[in-house]
């Protein structure tokens, strides 16, 4: 065991190889699915897992039992620093809607089309709200949870929910219009 990056301090709790190998075999492709909804796209939700594991190694002795929850919560908070430092043109980048001369597509492409539309409508939203609809209705975690993970009332995750929520209503109103028939009328 190694001491403290200053060579001072008692020797610093380093992480079992097999304590971190175990949390990212059961549980590292949900981790990664989350990455991905908190920053819309699989390499940026690479990336910050990987820094968030990299933060979680180098602060390994401050865990107290759960180190998934506390990868999660600095998950979360990483991907909010980024959203604070790119959220101003973030909020401003328009929806890309496929234009309508193309042609119907394919039950796929279109599910493809919608999950980047809402990723680029998730983007539009301040931090604090996106962290809470990812984990509310993508982790599909409590009010209660969720308030702990992110470190405020419950009463904030309510609001923020619903003020998110309502935000992306406003955002995706016009999609109406470009929303293929999910069932086909009758004559």
Do not use: F
């Amino acid at each position: 065991m190694g001491r403290d990056d200053d060579g001072t301090g008692p020797p610093a709790r380093r992480p079992a190889r097999d304590e971190v190998e175990r949390l990212l075999a059961e549980r590292g492709e949900h981790l990664m699915r989350a990455a991905i909804a908190l920053t819309g796209s699989r390499s940026d939700g690479e990336d910050l897992l990987q820094a968030a594991l990299e933060r979680l190694l180098r602060r390994w002795d401050q865990i107290e039992g759960d180190a998934e929850g506390y990868l999660r919560r600095i998950l979360y908070n990483m991907a909010a620093d980024g959203w604070r430092r790119r959220g101003a043109w973030l909020r401003k980048l328009p929806l890309v809607h496929a234009s309508s001369s193309q042609g119907p597509g394919t039950d796929a492409v279109d599910a493809v089309d919608l999950r980047d539309a809402l990723g680029r409508a998730l983007a539009q939203l301040p931090p604090r709200q996106r962290a809470v609809l990812v984990l509310r209705y993508w982790e599909e975690l409590s009010q209660a949870e969720t308030a702990e993970l992110l470190g405020c009332a419950e009463g904030t995750v309510k609001s923020a929910a619903a003020r998110g929520l309502q935000r992306l209503r406003e955002l995706t109103a016009p999609w109406h219009d470009h929303r293929p028939q999910l069932t086909e009328k009758s004559s």
